[in-house]
């Protein structure tokens, strides 16, 4: 059974911060290249960042060097580190693991969490 569980959003002050972890299960998490995602109300999904299968990472303009994505492969997992929040970060972050695609051609499925609200207000 492939989980994707998420935990550590919530309510922070502006300028706060937060880690949120994603947890998977159910298949084999070193393979995946890992991303972020967030959405909020009336808007369209967004990448906020990504991670390879080695740990190469990207990274939205929006996140303006705020947020740093890692990943632990011993422990099947991968963080969001956020820090100098701003109201505009407010969404429901997603995390994604990318089934792998070649020359137009995919394999398997994505993979999605649950979501995890993250609220930025004072």
């Known amino acids: 059974q492939v989980q994707l569980v998420e935990s550590g959003g919530g309510l922070v002050q502006p300028g706060g911060s937060l880690r949120l972890a994603c947890v998977a299960s159910g298949f084999t998490f070193s393979r995946y290249p890992m991303s972020w995602y967030r959405q909020a109300p009336g808007k369209e999904r967004e990448l906020v960042a990504s991670?390879?299968?080695?740990?190469?990472?990207n990274y939205a303009d929006s996140t303006k060097g705020r947020f740093t994505i890692s990943r632990d492969n011993g422990q099947n997992t991968v963080y969001l580190q956020m820090s100098g929040l701003l109201p505009e970060d407010t969404a429901v972050y997603y995390c994604?693991?990318?089934?792998?695609?070649?020359?137009?051609?995919?394999?398997?499925?994505?993979?999605w969490g649950q979501g995890t609200q993250v609220t930025v207000s004072s």
């Open positions: 991670i390879t299968r080695t740990g190469s990472t």
């Open positions: 994604k693991a990318s089934r792998y695609c070649t020359l137009g051609i995919c394999y398997g499925q994505d993979y």
